[in-house]
């Protein structure tokens, strides 16, 4: 029997300066997707065409339900160095439902093998961070084993990012290394979590290219946070 997925972690709206709904429009789509859960997760400052700061101060006044959906309002943001520095201060990531932090090229100088595994378990050491964004780019190597074994230490989920197997993707050489990263979360029991990465509302849910890598790699369900709301309480600030 397929596995459920009844969330989605982490998409963005139009205030993230290259995608191209709202949330009304995204949250609508999660709903007509059967969802029960949605992350919006927008890019913080340091992403070209990103919004500004106030933006994420006055998360607040967003509604955390609507069309039966719940949402979780919060933030992707940038690792900026190899010491695992952020473009949010702690006290904003703080207030923010969930957070997940990434690499992009435009933000973080590309490094060694022993850089980028350093900068992430940095990273992962700050509280107020839930989950590692798309751990996938050839352009960062990374030791997926310390990676791993870091999440377990600090308790954080690793995200599988449907959008970097996408055809034409500017990630390199995902699907190989969520192989290998998913071999060491097989062996440490370390969970994962599916994100469509969603730039458009027809993306919001999309998990098809991760669930086939899921299933050839005989991943357990028990693993996988995209298969409950309660799963996933555990490791976002809102229910901390």
């Not at 590692?132 to 050839?138: L, R």
Request: a negative charge; proline letters at 4%; aromatic letters at 8%.
């Amino acid at each position: 029997m397929k596995m459920k997925y009844v969330l989605d972690t982490h998409t963005h709206t139009v205030v993230s300066g290259h995608a191209y709904n709202t949330i009304n429009e995204m949250m609508q789509a999660a709903a007509d997707r059967g969802l029960e859960l949605l992350g919006i997760t927008e890019h913080a400052m340091a992403m070209p065409g990103a919004c500004h700061e106030f933006y994420f101060q006055n998360g607040r006044r967003v509604p955390r339900e609507r069309y039966g959906v719940k949402l979780l309002f919060g933030a992707e943001v940038n690792i900026m160095d190899f010491d695992g520095r952020v473009d949010m201060s702690d006290s904003l990531m703080q207030k923010m439902d969930i957070v997940i932090a990434s690499m992009h090229v435009p933000c973080m100088k590309k490094g060694s093998r022993d850089q980028n595994t350093q900068a992430y378990i940095e990273v992962m050491k700050n509280p107020w961070v839930n989950i590692i964004g798309h751990p996938d780019d050839s352009r960062f190597p990374i030791d997926y084993e310390a990676l791993v074994q870091a999440a377990r230490e600090y308790g954080k989920l690793l995200e599988i990012n449907n959008h970097s197997m996408e055809p034409g993707a500017s990630r390199q050489g995902a699907r190989e290394n969520y192989l290998e990263m998913l071999s060491w979360c097989i062996r440490y029991e370390v969970p994962v979590v599916v994100g469509s990465d969603a730039h458009v509302d027809i993306e919001v849910g999309t998990h098809e290219n991760a669930y086939k890598l899921l299933t050839e790699t005989g991943f357990p369900e028990k693993l996988v946070a995209n298969t409950g709301v309660d799963f996933l309480k555990k490791y976002v600030n809102c229910y901390k």
